[in-house]
Structures are given as C-alpha cells and as structure tokens.
C-alpha cells in the first residue's frame, strides 16, 4: 500500500475516533484533519503549536490511533509527498526539514533507491515489441517533432541532440519565440509527434497532443500515469516511473527510455546511418570539436 492511501486511511481513523479523544487530542487531531499535509513537513513542536497544544497531546493523538509516536505517525505523510501528492512548496520544505534534522543519510538513500526503482519499474512496464513499434513509427516518418516544456524541454533537446548525430529529421519543440501548436502548424500524416509532460500536467502539452491527433500525425506519448491526458489515445504510449523525494519529478527514466527508444531507431534504420554518423564525428574532429583528437 503507497503513502497515500495509508495517510487517507489514517485521517478516516482519526475522523472516525475522535469523539473518544480527549478535549485536547481531538483540538490537534481537528487540526490534523484540516491540515494533512502540514504533518509530512512539520514537527511535533511545530504541529502543536499550529493547533495550540502541547506536544505531548500531538504524541498522544498518535498513540490513540495506534502508533507508538508521532515520528510514525507521520512517517505516511513524509511518504504521500516523496510520491507527488502534495504541491512542489511542500515537497521542498519537507527537504528542508530533513536537513535540519540532520538526517541527510535517509535522503541519499531515498534519492538511490528511487533512482533505481523508477528506471526498473519503467522498463519492467514496456516491452521490447512497443519500443520497435515506435521506433519504425520514427524511421518511417517525414519529421520528428520532439516537445516538453520545463524541465523537459531539456530532456527533448537532449534526444534531438542525440538523434542528430545521424538523423536530421528531429526538431525539439517549442522553438525558440514560438509556441507548441505553432510548430505543428505544418505537420500532417507524415510526420511523428513525441510530447512528454508529468504531474502536474502542461495545459500547452496537452493542447498540443489533440492538435497532432486532429492532424493525423504519429502520437508517441511519455507520462507518469496512464490516466495521464496525454496517453489517452495516444498511437504509442510509455508509463516513466517518476518517483523522488526531491521536490519535482525524477528525469532519470524518461532519458532511460529516450536513449534506449533512440537505440531501437538506429538498430532498424537503413545501413545509411553508420556511414552519416562516421561523417558526423569525422567533420567534428576536423573542426576541432574534440579536444587532442586527430
């Protein structure tokens, strides 16, 4: 069961006893109810403050519904955060709480752990037949347009980078001074649109993603659910487990799954491209590009 589901089901508990609390844990469990996601990022000190208690009566509180204090108690909270069930200012402040507390050895194992999880989980989802799918969708296509916005914006750029080493079909969207839709004004049947975008979702991401689908182009979709808009309907779509605790979504698998797309691409393209990636990096070292290479 994920922190969330645990810490709604504690609040129910919670709501459910509080006429068996005392006059003074019912005043903190009130403030629990109305302010849940205050308790993943606040002490018991700052808890019982906000609800003009004594700490003491927070502790109890948590006792009454069954744990032995109130670091447990809110050990459901912390994780409802860590996995994007609060806004981004409450995932940054618990940050800021755990490095108060010193305990900057359970981040970095956090931070590890989500890592891999997220790249095991994202790939334990695809299979090697939907990733073919979507590369000869690429390699059949007239043009790639490549979109995210925010941080992956970068992500795309990164891919079209990549896939520029042999290809020049790609094109990272938007382009500088415009805007998604206007780069898609021109593109049909013919071409392939790759958009990603994760909680919380761009309105311009998913505007985007029907305006390719009305004009017929190849929708290949990368998000985090698969309630997701954007994968919806889309002709080929990837779940990217994006987990951490940092406060915004982990770019780890989504370039995982970009490069290893990008690797299917070359493995079913035309011998042509062996022969325009050798150019690539010949013309490269002869302009200098590479540093004590001949």
Known sequence: MNGTNVSELILEKLAEGLPELTPQARKAATYVLENPRDVGVSTVREIARAADV??????????????????????????????????????????????????????????????????????????????????????????????????????????????STGMVRFQAIPKAGSTPIHDLAWADSEDTLIAITCKPYRTEIIEAVNVAREQKLTVISLSDSPASPILRGADHGFVVSVDTPQFFPSSVSIIALLETLLSFVVAIASDEIVGRVETFHRRRRQLGVYCGEE
């Open 54 to 163: 004594k700490p003491n009566t927070v502790v109890r509180m948590a006792r009454q519904v069954g744990f032995e204090g109130y670091d447990d108690f809110r050990v459901p909270f912390r994780d409802a955060i860590r996995r994007g069930a609060a806004d981004f200012p409450d995932r940054a402040r618990w940050l800021q709480e755990v490095r108060k507390s010193g305990d900057m050895g359970s981040l970095y194992a956090d931070m590890v752990q989500d890592v891999l999880r997220n790249v095991e989980q994202t790939f334990a989802g695809i299979t090697a037949g939907q990733l073919q799918a979507a590369a000869d969708a690429i390699w059949n296509s007239r043009d790639i347009l490549v979109l995210g916005v925010g941080i992956n914006h970068s992500n795309a750029h990164n891919f079209t980078y990549l896939a």
